[in-house]
């Protein structure tokens, strides 16, 4: 069946340092990629998202990366903070599956100050 | 602007009892879902739906009952509840257009069956 695989699924990192989460997707014909942060308690947010058509999208700290050839996309942290720690996740939308969206599997990122 | 409501949001249940779990979203969203969260295992699709009266299975539908009689609710029934359905349950709706794709998440209902 269709999936996406996430990793690394627990990351530490020091304030100011980068943080980078890969995931790869089973569908090529995929068109959506958004990602998502939660905090605990609290259901998933947006936080940044990329479409099929576009290589790369950035959003201040945040950036998103797409090779859709090697069928993988990444989230970046730049300048990571300590309110940045939370559960994040990647999600890719099945195109030949009625837009079911398959989630990863979490990364849990933790920074120490 | 409410966004998307998940009831109840804490619930135990005994082995073999029977509940709904009521998603309401008030943003006129045509997509649906329903999904499970589960320690190391991320965001399981238990059904989805892609307009009112439309319902599809997903990945993980086994038990589980759905329905969407109006667009703004999409109810999730256990029929005879099994521990194996402890979880935290997610709800999320969206639309599509040229400008936005964003699917947006309830706040949770966490389910015990003992």
């Known amino acids: 069946g269709e999936n996406v695989e996430q990793h690394p699924s627990t990351l530490s990192v020091q304030e100011g340092d980068s943080a980078v989460i890969k995931c790869t997707y089973s569908d090529s014909a995929s068109n959506y990629f958004p990602w998502y942060k939660q905090e605990l308690g609290k259901g998933p947010q947006l936080i940044i998202d990329i479409r099929s058509n576009v290589g790369e999208k950035k959003d201040q700290r945040i950036a998103v990366t797409l090779n859709k050839t090697a069928k993988h996309f990444s989230l970046h942290i730049t300048e990571t903070q300590p309110e940045d720690s939370a559960v994040y996740f990647c999600a890719a939308r099945f195109a030949n599956t009625g837009n079911q969206f398959y989630f990863g599997t979490g990364t849990s990122l933790t920074v120490i100050p | 602007n409410a966004g998307v409501t998940q009831t109840p949001k804490f619930r135990v249940l005994k082995t073999g009892q029977s509940m709904t779990l009521l998603c309401a979203q008030d943003m006129n969203h045509e997509y649906m879902y329903w999904y499970r969260q589960d320690p190391g295992m991320g965001l399981r699709l238990i059904h989805y739906?892609?307009?009112?009266?439309?319902?599809a299975k997903g990945e993980v539908p086994d038990g589980y009952n759905v329905s969407r009689l109006k667009k703004q609710n999409f109810l999730l029934g256990l029929e005879s509840a099994a521990p194996s359905q402890t979880s935290v349950y997610f709800c999320?709706?969206?639309?599509?257009?040229?400008?936005?794709?964003?699917?947006?998440f309830g706040q949770g209902t966490r389910l015990t069956v003992v």
């Open positions: 999320a709706s969206m639309t599509e257009n040229r400008l936005n794709t964003e699917a947006f």
């Open positions: 739906s892609v307009g009112e009266g439309t319902t």
